[in-house]
């Protein structure tokens, strides 16, 4: 083989010197910076076993003046290097990420526009359902599913399947005797649901039946809530650290109809978390799980959150903050994509009046956003959802 030298200011100059010199056949050997810019080595009649052994003393090198052997370290993959080390290399493959990001955008809108003018009803009720905050996925499934040639019949349909697929928990939680633990991320009302819960339970079936637990040992103050709220209650509250100390609390409180357990709050990206999750599961054929969500998160940590804590086997789920959601469409969303069984909806800080059975009469989740989404009612959709 023949290996040359060349400098170049950069290596785009580098690469069009090596292509004239030695043809489209040469092979990039390495490549490093120097004062006056790049040094670039280059062969023809490229063979890797001749580098592997270093015996090549037939190759004849054609360098500029004070020729240099080729390092020890020659990289046999000099794409890879190449885009790692120049700039201009590492600008191209971002402009040619932009591009490909822009015609993927040009392309999803001409096929929205040629869905709007073929289809333009269910267009009309993809954008709907896209206004209530439900993901793209479900917004378009549930406008082909309600193939109607009229909007005023196609969007309380979709109104009516969207309220088919969320699933319901079909018997209230607390009227099964057991444990029920609430788990979720820090910040979405663990604590005070906990507390609705407990009265809620106080006043269908009195007090000496129930216990609570708390394995939150991180945040300060959260045990003293707790606490606050078991004295208001008279009901006990203790304090568990472990999935050992949890056993053996569940086992002393058997004479207890119901317990439930608030674990600790933080962040589903804590490394902390899983040692809630082997306290969890160590005790998983004693206790019930209900996921908490909060419905002011964004549609994004939803998704994250169920996804994090999806090896606890939740039974159920419960959506708090409601009252102080934008729109309920991304936990609507996460609900109906993961097939999480909606058990309670909080609304409120009053306890135990704003938590609200999702299998109750009084429960409206999809009239909630729609009244959340801000706009006047395109139809009477009022009557569909009244007989769904």
Not at 10 to 22: E, G, L, N, W
Not at 153 to 174: H, N, W
Request: net charge negative; proline share 4%.
């Amino acid at each position: 083989m023949k290996i040359k030298r060349y400098l170049a200011p950069d290596m785009r100059r580098a690469m069009r010197m090596v292509r004239d010199k030695q043809g489209p056949d040469a092979v990039i050997l390495s490549s490093k910076r120097i004062d006056d810019g790049i040094e670039v080595l280059a062969a023809v009649d490229y063979d890797a076993s001749l580098l592997d052994t270093k015996t090549d003393e037939s190759a004849t090198i054609e360098s500029s003046p004070s020729p240099a052997a080729p390092p020890d370290n020659i990289a046999l993959d000099p794409a890879t290097e190449l885009w790692g080390r120049e700039p201009a290399l590492a600008g191209m493959k971002q402009e040619v990420a932009s591009l490909r990001q822009l015609l993927e955008s040009q392309l999803a809108s001409l096929a929205w526009n040629d869905t709007a003018r073929r289809h333009p009803v269910r267009a009309a009720v993809t954008r709907e359902m896209t206004a209530l905050g439900l993901s793209a996925q479900l917004a378009k499934s549930l406008a082909e599913a309600a193939d109607e040639k009229d909007i005023s019949v196609a969007i309380p349909a979709a109104l009516r399947m969207l309220k088919e697929r969320i699933p319901i928990l079909d018997r209230e939680i607390l009227d099964e005797p057991g444990a029920v633990a609430l788990v979720g991320p820090t910040g979405v009302g663990k604590t005070t649901t906990i507390a609705k819960l407990a009265a809620r339970y106080a006043l269908k079936h009195g007090t000496d039946s129930l216990a609570l637990l708390t394995t939150d040992g991180f945040r300060i103050g959260a045990q003293e809530q707790l606490m606050t709220f078991g004295r208001i209650l008279g009901v006990p509250v203790q304090l568990v650290r472990d999935g050992a100390e949890l056993c053996t609390s569940l086992d002393t409180m058997s004479d207890k109809k119901l317990i439930l357990i608030d674990s600790a709050g933080m962040s589903q990206r804590d490394k902390r978390i899983h040692r809630e999750f082997t306290a969890i599961r160590q005790n998983s054929s004693k206790v019930r799980v209900l996921l908490t969500l909060s419905c002011t998160a964004q549609a994004a940590v939803l998704e994250e959150t169920v996804q994090v804590f999806k090896h606890l086997d939740a039974c159920g789920c419960v959506l708090t903050k409601v009252d102080e959601a934008a729109c309920l469409g991304g936990a609507i969303s996460a609900l109906v994509r993961h097939e999480l069984p909606l058990a309670y909806v909080t609304d409120g800080q009053d306890v135990p009046e704003d938590l609200h059975w999702a299998g109750g009469k009084r429960f409206r989740l999809i009239e909630r956003a729609l009244e959340l989404r801000n706009a006047e009612p395109l139809h009477d959709h009022d009557e569909v959802l009244a007989h769904a």
